[in-house]
Nanobody, 122 residues
Framework: QVQLVESGGGLVQAGGSLRLSCTAS????????MGWLRQAPGKEREFVAAISWSDGSTDYADSVKGRFTISRDNAENTVYLQKNSLKPEDTAVYYC???????????????WGRGTQVTVSS
């Protein structure tokens, strides 16, 4: 089992940047595919980005391609989401999620963090 803790959320102006971090407990972090998802007020949770456990391949939602970058540091048990050129529509609670041996294309996760709020002002 793995526990996930997100950090790095906050308030930022449109056009700005923010980096989210998600640190996992345990010694098998490298065996988990990791994802970021978000949920805006009144909307369903949606996929944002994912990174595979094996070769570091990534996948992104069309709405964030070219602006967001997911990466991982297995030595630090941490996955990151670098967010550039932020827009007000990026405002949401961002969740980190994990799936054992998950590829970059899974959308079904076993473990979830509690989320971190990101607010983008116009």
């Amino acid at each position: 089992q793995v526990q996930l803790v997100e950090s790095g959320g906050g308030l930022v102006q449109a056009g700005g940047s923010l980096r989210l971090s998600c640190t996992a407990s345990g010694r098998t972090f490298s065996r988990y595919g990791m994802g970021w998802l978000r949920q805006a007020p009144g909307k369903e949770r949606e996929f944002v980005a994912a990174i595979s456990w094996s070769d570091g391949s990534t996948d992104y939602a069309d709405s964030v391609k070219g602006r967001f970058t997911i990466s991982r540091d297995n030595a630090e048990n941490t996955v990151y989401l670098q967010k550039n050129s932020l827009k007000p529509e990026d405002t949401a609670v961002y969740y980190c999620a994990a799936r054992p041996y998950g590829s970059a294309y899974v959308r079904d996760y076993n473990y979830w963090g509690r989320g971190t709020q990101v607010t983008v002002s116009s």
